[in-house]
């Protein structure tokens, strides 16, 4: 397993860039609160999640000429006649740099309801979810067809008001001035549409009364305390309420383009085990506390009292504690992947139900995988991938520790020893690392058999500049299962990542959508409801990758980029955590895992996901081998190499390891 479930740099200095600024004044409800400048309303940033479950973030866009925003809610008559229009619209500004987008804050409407509206009249520009009301709360629309027309320079909103008609096409005129820096010569105009209600719109004395201690307090200690502690991950303590209180801002910012909480996966599409995100009330309350000013009100602060120190073992004491054997991560340059290995000293077999990392260098360590290995390696002899059997857990940013669910299990025998993939980052000073792992097991056997699988496509290729790259490669499962969950690993340019399941009979569902997805923290998402996998069902990973400028992490956007190890490149990466649902420990069915590797081949190269694999599908290295014999491989004529057909050109396709 080449690659892995690779973690980004955890120290504070990456942390503080996931928050992106400081802010030390608190945030009032006064101009800089609503976006007001002198010349007018500007926009706030935010970021959103579409429709079609992509994300979207407005101040990247500040390379455009013009953003134009439309206000969008279901069913509204007047904004499905002009639909054409507004096409023709965006067409009008092909190639001159223009951002289209409609923004549905109507509360009334749900994503896929609001999916099939936009596909049903060919609206042709994304439609962002505005479910919690603060963008267009912000904003200050009101009406669905109302067209706000951005200037990225000061975000300033230069038009406000509808489309227009050909004899005054009123927002294609304010399109125009804004990009020649000129001054739109009506600014506001009336509007007729569907009235958006914005409940919480001029209640500014109510959110005033939000209480510190009784709801903001115990909200932070909740969802924030755990990280933002002495000892913890984040880069400041937000234990008392001064310490909060002078990052509102901060705070207020993070939240609206979605940083923090980190935990990115839509809980719209699926509720998650360990869940660490904000509910929709939470920001809503949180957001307009800080709006309000950030009120002390009265009462003691319940935070300023308690101390607050990351537990040494999160899960508790241990049954087996061991050393990664210590590695001098130098200062600068690039440190290739330590293997090293433990010998497992257990005397008897064990069932392991959960492990936990203690890192001691959170700066220096990128990620660390596991396996359990039959050997131990001789002197000289790295822990190579290819000798690993069952992972005992993975190390990352936002993955500490891992717990399989009641009565599944890894079984681990006596002996041997455990791999580790280490992958260490510099980060201007030398230190040595004393990492350590911990494992739980079980008291009696469990009755099921945990299982991972790897979904990996060594043969992506993203195109310098290419702002929404989409790749994506399955896996075809050969019996019933049972799906506890996934890690999706992408590098600097993973934007955003889904896992869909298709059924035999050809419907396919979102299983879990991460709309943006963050390098800097890498989640094992838990399904909170496990998900039955019928025989005959696709798996299916969908990524979007961004190799533009306008990724501030993008390390080389003139750079088409292949597969690779180092964070430089990139990498289709999904880790599942299954069991078959016939298979026990009594039970077991070793040639299960085989008939599912099998189909690893097609489930690479075929993009449409339509069983067999055209020419122009394939692609980089393994495409030109396989074009080479492409009719000869073709038995049957059709065009298209099926999985029979593919198996044949064994050798041309690159393996990755699997459980």
């Known amino acids: 397993m080449k690659m892995g479930r690779y973690l980004a740099v955890a120290g504070v200095s990456i942390a503080a860039m996931a928050f992106g600024f400081a802010v030390t004044e608190p945030m009032s409800r006064s101009a800089q609160a609503h976006g007001q400048s002198e010349g007018g309303l500007s926009a706030d940033d935010f970021r959103l999640t579409s429709a079609d479950l992509q994300s979207y973030q407005l101040y990247p866009m500040a390379d455009a000429k013009a953003v134009v925003i439309i206000a969008q809610a279901n069913g509204d008559p007047g904004l499905r006649r002009i639909a054409p229009d507004l096409r023709a619209l965006k067409a009008s500004f092909d190639g001159k740099h223009v951002e289209f987008m409609m923004l549905n804050s109507n509360l009334a409407d749900e994503r896929t309801a609001i999916l099939t509206e936009a596909t049903q009249f060919n609206f042709g520009m994304p439609v962002l979810l505005d479910a919690n009301q603060l963008v267009g709360e912000q904003l200050g629309i009101t009406r669905s067809g109302e067209v706000l027309v951005l200037d990225p320079k000061t975000w300033r ?42 409940p919480e719109r001029g209640h500014n004395a109510q959110h005033a009364q939000i209480s510190y201690v009784r709801t903001i307090a115990p909200l932070i200690e909740q969802k924030c305390v755990g990280c933002h502690q002495s000892g913890g991950i984040g880069p400041m303590q937000l234990t008392s309420y001064e310490r909060i209180r002078a990052m509102a801002p901060m705070i207020r910012e993070t939240l609206r383009t979605k940083r923090m909480p980190p935990f990115h996966a839509d809980n719209t599409i699926t509720h998650f085990l360990d869940d660490q995100s904000l509910t929709g009330e939470q920001i ?11 009120p002390r009100g009265e009462g003691a602060d319940p935070l ?34 330590q293997r090293p290995f433990a010998p497992f000293t257990e005397k008897q077999g064990k069932w392991l139900r959960a492990a936990t990392f203690k890192v001691d260098q959170r700066q220096a360590v990128h990620h ?11 002197a000289g002899v790295t822990a190579n991938e290819l000798s690993w059997g069952a992972s005992i857990g993975t190390y990352g940013v936002g993955t500490d520790w ?19 993939q280490n992958h260490y980052t510099p980060f201007g000073r030398e230190v040595t690392d004393n990492t350590k792992i911990g494992l739980y097991y079980y008291d009696k056997p469990p009755r099921w058999i945990m299982h991972n699988y790897v979904i990996a496509d060594t ?34 340019r993973g934007a955003g990542v889904k896992l869909e399941i298709q059924y035999p009979d050809g419907r396919r569902e979102p299983v879990i959508s991460v709309p943006r997805y963050d390098f800097n923290w890498q989640h094992d998402y838990r399904l909170a409801e496990p998900l039955r996998v019928p025989a005959g069902s696709k798996l299916i990973a969908t990524y ?22 180092q964070s430089s490149d990139e990498m289709l990466y999904t880790a599942l955590s299954f069991r078959w649902m016939d298979e026990t420990v009594d039970k077991p069915t070793p040639t299960y895992l085989a008939m599912l590797s099998a189909g690893r081949s097609i489930g690479i190269l075929d993009a449409n996901v339509n069983n067999k694999v055209e020419r122009d599908e394939l692609k980089g290295s393994t495409g030109t081998l396989l074009r080479a ?16 057909e593919l198996a044949s050109a064994s050798g041309a396709i690159p393996s990755e390891a699997q459980d």
């Open 284 to 294: 809503r309350t949180l957001t307009h506390w800080i709006e309000a000013g950030a």
């Open 304 to 337: 300023a009292g308690k101390t607050y120190a990351a537990a040494e073992w999160p899960l508790g004491k241990p049954d087996l504690i061991l050393n990664i054997p210590a590695f001098t991560v130098p200062a600068t340059g690039v440190v290739q992947y």
């Open 402 to 420: 891992a717990a399989a669910p009641a009565d599944v299990g890894i079984y681990l025998p006596a002996g041997g020893a455990i791999g580790f």
């Open 157 to 198: 909103v230069a038009y406000r008001g509808p489309l227009g008609a050909a004899a005054n096409p009123w927002a294609s005129q304010a399109i125009d001035a804004v990009i020649a820096g000129r001054p739109v010569a009506t600014a506001q105009r009336a509007l007729q549409g569907q009235l958006i209600n914005f």
């Open 368 to 378: 660390i995988l596991t396996g359990y290995m039959a050997k131990v390696p001789g």
């Open 459 to 492: 043969t992506i290729s993203i195109a310098a500049g290419e702002e929404r790259h989409v790749e994506n490669a399955y896996v075809t499962f050969p019996k019933d299962a049972l799906l506890y969950g996934t890690l999706f690993h992408t590098h600097y």
């Open 544 to 565: 979007v990758y961004d190799n533009s400028r306008r990724n501030p992490m993008n390390p080389d956007p003139t750079r088409t980029v292949p597969w690779g190890d």
């Open 629 to 644: 014999r492409f009719m000869m491989l073709d038995r049957n004529g059709d065009g298209g190499l099926d999985a029979t």
